[in-house]
């Protein structure tokens, strides 16, 4: 039976009501390998186990390798498509079952890498267009299931990537927060409205100089 609107967004809302409006939320910490399926699957098993539902996925984990072609190892190659490709279809492929029984919402991190490419990127580039193609795809195979797929495509943003310090300077750049934002506008949305592919960089980047 198809749940109407209301029950849906009230459904994917779930974790952010116990967040915002319920000091004594439950929280669950788990961890697996986005490169190791069946890692992943364990990891999804013990939360079924401890909730009994999946109502929203976010892929977010990456690696970024950067060098000419000519320089780039294989294994730094093989890391970067099995950290940010197989590791975001590894995810929802362990999840998507519990998915389609809470009509629930897929969420990946792509880059604007994934329409962008540039010197020295050709691992990270191919991951992303990777992902950005991939969640696509997979947003048509999913909607006829009512379950929800889009992809953040982020530019600059101040992280810890790639052992970055995030520091006053970063200040220009897309906050952690902001991207939290996001992904909480997504959520409220009203399901007959589906912002597939989201493109997000800094509004004003530093002048050169």
Known sequence: MK???KS????????LHQYYGY???????????VRDY??????????????GQIDVLIANA????FASIDELSVEKWQQTIDTNLSGVFYSIKSTVEA????EGYIITISSLAGTNFFEGASAYNAS??????FTQAAMLDLRKYGIKVSTIMPGSVATHFNDHQPSEKDAWKIQIEDIGELVVDLLKMNPRALPSKIEIRPSQPPQKK
């Open 128 to 133: 992303k267009f990777g992902v950005t193609g």
């Open 38 to 51: 069946k890692s992943q699957q364990k990891a999804v098993q013990k939360l079924m186990d401890t909730w």
């Open 8 to 15: 849906k967004k009230k459904s994917r809302l779930r974790l």
């Open 99 to 102: 998915l389609k029984k809470t």
């Open 23 to 33: 000091t004594g939320f439950y929280k669950f910490v788990g961890r697996s390998d």
């Open 3 to 5: 749940k109407d609107a």
């Open 62 to 65: 990456g690696v970024g390798h």
